[in-house]
């Protein structure tokens, strides 16, 4: 670009007028050839789109009824024009029907996508390809794709290429001979004024004046220079007398802002602490608000969770995003309180799945404990020699003032330096987490506790008689599905009112506690034992039929007379059972209907001399006896 500039001004007139010649001429000669160019692609491409639509016009019938040979010779007619050198019929679903490539044409040239779904016309490789869609009143049935050959039209295209540059060349040299006679007559003013103004920039001589011939352009140009150099010449004398003034401002100036800058400096400085504080309690506020979105949560889902354990899941979930980098584990006590099980474990390292109370700190004081790093502090027993390297929490899970379980939370990383230990960003969202998840396990043990004794009898520990007709209809359901037998015994101590008059309600209560423990004993897995009423107890026993039923009563029969049972140091006469037994679906198709089976069959014992098994035989009970109530319990059968 320097070099261009330094040009002596001849040259650059010279090479403008060549350069805005040319350039006029050539973009002259690019349009027409653009425009050649346009016509002959639009004329070429308006024929063969109506090429293209007499082909679909005569070819819509053949497509609408599959005739391939008729499309064919249809596309055959196209040989008559030399330039189209492919011809595609698809029909609706995008099927060939008939094709035609044209002899004396490269055949190797690919054609559009096969099947395009929409009209469009494009140029590949020099070859035009339209695609039309072929219409039956108003329904597309299918496309037509033509491709033709277009080296006639860029033949002559060529030759007014040609004729264009020559005729642009012949006028760019007479330009130029133009161009040099106009020259003189702008470069010779120009020049000597400029040699003035060269002999004033270096020897500051502003008392030289420019000639003035003529009142063109260039002579105002040297009256203009000649007005400015007196005006120079004034002001620089002007500016001799402010030059001192101003580097003596200067140098004021100058201190003045050293001071500034350094205030500014210290301010920035302070600035940027604030910031840094700002940001850093930003990103705080940013994480205290996600941990808390994540409490909710977490609390949200163990709200809706049925026991406990679906809260090990949650917990599982919600811990490594709550603790990252971290690994823990939720520990619970038994039934018994005796031991604390694993509830569920997240990170690295299985966990151990059993622990007692006295293994851990946190525990033992009924308070958060926290071990930074060995040393530190007290190391749980159930932590041991594998402290995590970012240290660990244990955390008590207490609910309603009971201790119900421990969360136990070690970080895998130590801290980076300077920033603050894990063990302080998340001790308060461990206890939070803790506290949170302690109430939700303490309700769900409260509500599986009531939910327990709702269905089991409190004495014997037994399933309750509400239990027992809710699961006789399902078993009376699935024996029908699956076409099993079902049984069902009726049990009833024998003389359990003499010994309630012998040795008082207390004993009967300790004897109906051991026969309901020998009944959970005995039974199945598959089987249903419960506490009818009374002294009355009820076995329900799928997939048993008569005999094996009776078989299973008379075991317990056996069993009853070996039970020995002792109230306060005094050993209870022996035991004995009566039992009736039905069987679906021989003895009845109903609950009501079996149990008033069972308890006829009960009767007949009973009435037959006690301890023995009676299967149902269809008798009806004599008339002295007790008819059974609408639930099939007898009454008066003890009196029998």
């Given amino acids: ?43 070429a491409t308006h024929e063969l789109e109506a090429q293209a639509a007499l082909i679909g016009a ?3 019938a053949a497509i609408e009824f599959g005739d391939s040979d008729t499309a064919a010779q249809i596309l055959g007619t196209l040989s008559a024009i030399p330039d189209i050198t492919h011809a595609v019929l698809y029909d609706l679903r995008g099927n060939l029907i008939a094709s035609y490539a044209n002899d004396d044409h490269d055949t190797t040239r690919p054609l559009v996508p096969d099947h395009p779904e929409d009209d469009m016309f494009s140029i590949f490789h020099r070859e035009l390809v339209v695609v039309q869609a072929i219409r039956l009143d108003g329904d597309r049935i299918g496309t037509v794709v033509l491709q033709s050959d277009m080296h006639s039209g860029y033949a002559g295209l060529r030759r007014n290429v040609w004729a264009t540059l020559g005729i642009a060349i012949g006028a760019f040299g007479l330009a130029l001979l133009v161009a040099g006679r106009l020259q003189r007559l702008i470069t010779v003013p120009i020049l000597s004024l400029a040699e003035m103004v060269q002999q004033v920039s270096h020897g500051a001589a502003y008392s030289l004046r420019a000639p003035v011939e003529g009142e063109d ?17 004034r002001r620089d004398q002007e500016l001799a007398g402010h ?5 003596s401002l200067v140098a004021e ?5 050293e001071q500034i800058n350094e205030r500014l400096m210290v301010e920035l400085d302070e600035h940027e602490q604030a910031q840094a504080r700002l940001t850093r309690a930003v990103s705080e506020l940013e994480r205290h608000r996600h941990e808390n979105e994540l409490l909710t949560d977490m609390n949200d889902r163990l709200q809706v969770c049925r026991d406990v354990s679906e809260v090990g899941p949650v917990i599982a979930l919600y811990g490594p995003q709550l603790f ?15 031991r604390m099980m694993a509830l569920v474990h997240w990170g690295e390292g299985d966990g151990r799945q059993e622990l007692d109370q006295d293994d851990c700190w946190a525990l033992r004081r009924g308070q958060l404990h926290a071990v930074a790093e060995p040393g530190s502090e007290l190391v749980c027993p159930h932590v041991g020699a594998e402290t995590p390297a970012g240290g660990y929490l244990c955390i008590p899970m207490i609910a309603q003032g009971n201790l119900s379980g421990l969360l136990h939370v070690g970080f895998e990383s130590p801290p980076e330096g300077g920033k603050p230990t894990p063990l302080d960003r998340f001790d308060s969202l461990a206890e939070s987490a803790a506290e949170r998840a302690a109430a939700v396990v303490a309700s769900l043990q409260l509500r599986a506790r009531l939910r327990e004794q709702s269905v089991h009898d409190p004495l014997t520990g037994l399933h309750n008689r ?43 209560d300790v004897l109906l506690r051991q026969l309901g423990d020998l009944l959970r004993r005995s039974v199945r897995v598959e089987d249903v034992a419960c506490r009818f009423g009374g002294e009355e107890f009820t076995l329900i026993m799928p997939s048993l039929d008569a005999e094996g039923a009776q078989r299973r009563a008379e075991q317990i029969c056996e069993q009853v007379r070996a039970l020995r049972v002792e109230h306060q140091g005094q050993r209870i006469g022996d035991v004995t059972i009566s039992i009736g037994v039905a069987i679906f679906p021989g003895h009845g198709g109903t609950a009501d209907e079996l149990i008033r089976a069972a308890d006829a069959a009960l009767y007949e014992a009973k009435s037959a001399g006690r301890d023995r098994v009676q299967l149902y035989a269809g008798a009806s009970p004599p008339d002295g006896g007790a008819t059974p109530s609408a639930a099939g319990s007898p009454r008066g059968v003890e009196e029998a």
């Fill in 243 to 247: 030059q001192s003034r101003l580097e």
């Fill in 217 to 233: 352009e260039v002579g105002r140009l040297a009256r203009g220079v000649n007005a400015m150099l007196e005006t120079v010449q």
């Fill in 466 to 508: 509400r239990y027992m007709e809710e699961s006789f209809e399902r078993e009376i359901s699935r024996a029908k599905r699956n076409e099993i037998p079902l049984a069902v015994a009726m049990l009833d101590l024998d003389h359990f009112k003499d010994y309630n008059d012998r040795y008082g309600h207390d004993a009967g």
């Fill in 324 to 338: 990252p980098g971290s690994s823990g584990s939720v520990h619970l006590f038994n039934e018994e309180r005796s």
């Fill in 253 to 257: 100036r100058t201190s003045d802002l």
């Fill in 58 to 60: 005569n070819s819509s």
């Fill in 1 to 43: 670009m320097r070099s261009i500039r330094d040009t002596p001004i001849r040259q650059k007139l010279m090479a403008s007028f060549a350069f805005v010649t040319g350039s006029a001429l050539l973009v002259t000669a690019i349009v027409l050839v653009v425009a050649d160019w346009l016509q002959i692609r639009r004329d």
